[in-house]
């Protein structure tokens, strides 16, 4: 998609489709304009404009919501019903169908890879729909005419033409020696901006998978990305609300949740190197050591959320160092997650979780079965 012609005609085919699920013309649908930021990204990202690229998609993200990255491959025909949390880091076949809140990306980073060529993304075919906050993880790759249905996470290929569905899920602790980027050195962070530029490093890191330094440049560079403005802002509420300037407080964390997505209470302690890539949709009501990583749509809070301007309930979470909170996760209630525990996705713990173990959730889906070819299974006149 690299000459403009081609460009404008994945932007008219995603235009025709959208017009036809709808029955109207899309003017302002903001799916449809979330797609076409997102090509212009793109053709400026493949004629090696990165700058103005990432620019456009952060632009993108404020706007619309939906965090689609330039670099990524997606077909013409494309249609997203609301495009606020829709999260795409992997490559997507023509005409496919994006549901609210879905996902997919890689579970490690890496560049995309050729259509065609298994990488460290999925690589999902044509014709798929993704159902309301389905997720596809991991290098799967998922064949044409696929449905996934709401809800479910595949981390593995599907067949051209599968229907898989959710089920109740489960969940199980093991001690796994889980491979970890860098971190930043947080010892002595005792001002804001200690904090913050101590967040901001691991930004970096975890954008560069590098122990690399943190100058001016890089430093200013990662201020316009939306998910470390929104930990910024959460910083600067959380020391508003230490103060007693409570009010204050409340206010920022409602416009950190209003244009950023993300819902951190101003009272939560939350210890430096804060790590949240996508910020939609994410919840945080607790305390927390250094280091903690945030990822898509969990959430980590008590059973009843207190007021903005109020301090923790006695029942808020407590997590200790260099804790990960997978997409879609939940920590709910007085439970303590000690050091280095990693949380999978969609997986919902309301107990303790010891020092380094890490809760593996089981397949949450099945396969249905396509149906029965009846005129196939009428039995045949004996002769």
Request: proline share 8%; aromatic share 4%.
């Amino acid at each position: 998609m690299t000459d403009w012609t081609t460009t404008r005609a994945a932007m008219a085919a995603d235009h025709d489709r959208l017009a036809a699920v709808l029955g109207r013309p899309p003017r302002l649908h903001a799916g449809l304009w979330a797609l076409r930021l997102y090509r212009v990204g793109h053709w400026l990202h493949r004629r090696g404009h990165k700058t103005p690229a990432r620019l456009l998609w952060s632009f993108n993200l404020l706007l619309t919501g939906a965090d689609l990255e330039c670099a990524v491959v997606i077909g013409p025909g494309c249609v997203m019903r609301k495009p606020r949390g829709v999260i795409m880091y992997g490559a997507i076949g023509p005409d496919c169908t994006l549901g609210t809140q879905c996902g997919v990306g890689g579970l490690l980073r890496g560049a995309p890879a050729p259509r065609g060529e298994r990488g460290l993304r999925p690589d999902v075919g044509a014709r798929c729909v993704l159902g309301d906050r389905s997720l596809v993880l991991g290098s799967a790759v998922i064949g044409d005419d696929c449905t996934i249905t709401a809800g479910c996470t595949v981390l593995q290929d599907l067949p051209a033409g599968s229907t898989i569905e959710r089920r109740p899920g489960a969940w199980r602790t093991m001690r796994m020696g889980l491979h970890r980027r860098p971190r930043p050195a947080h010892a002595g962070d005792a001002t804001l901006g200690a904090v913050i530029r101590t967040d901001v490093a691991r930004s970096v890191m975890e954008n560069a998978g590098t122990h690399a330094a943190v100058g001016a440049i890089r430093f200013w560079a990662h201020l316009i990305l939306p998910a470390v403005q929104g930990v910024v802002l959460f910083r600067l509420a959380h020391a508003l609300h230490a103060r007693g300037w409570r009010r204050a407080a409340a206010l920022l964390a409602r416009i950190n949740t209003k244009v950023y997505g993300l819902t951190i209470h101003p009272g939560s302690r939350i210890g430096p190197g804060i790590f949240i890539p996508h910020t939609v949709g994410v919840s945080f009501c607790g305390s927390a050591g250094p280091l903690l990583s945030l990822f898509p749509f969990c959430s980590v809070g008590p059973g009843t959320w207190p007021g903005l301007r109020s301090d923790l309930p006695a029942d808020a979470p407590v997590l200790g160092t260099d804790v990960g909170i997978g997409a879609q996760a939940e920590v709910v209630g007085a439970v303590t997650l000690g050091d280095l525990v990693l949380v999978g996705v969609q997986a919902r713990v309301e107990r303790d979780i010891a020092e380094g173990l890490t809760v593996v959730p089981r397949p949450n889906w099945h396969h249905v079965p396509p149906p029965a070819d009846i005129a196939g299974m009428q039995p045949q006149a004996a002769n």
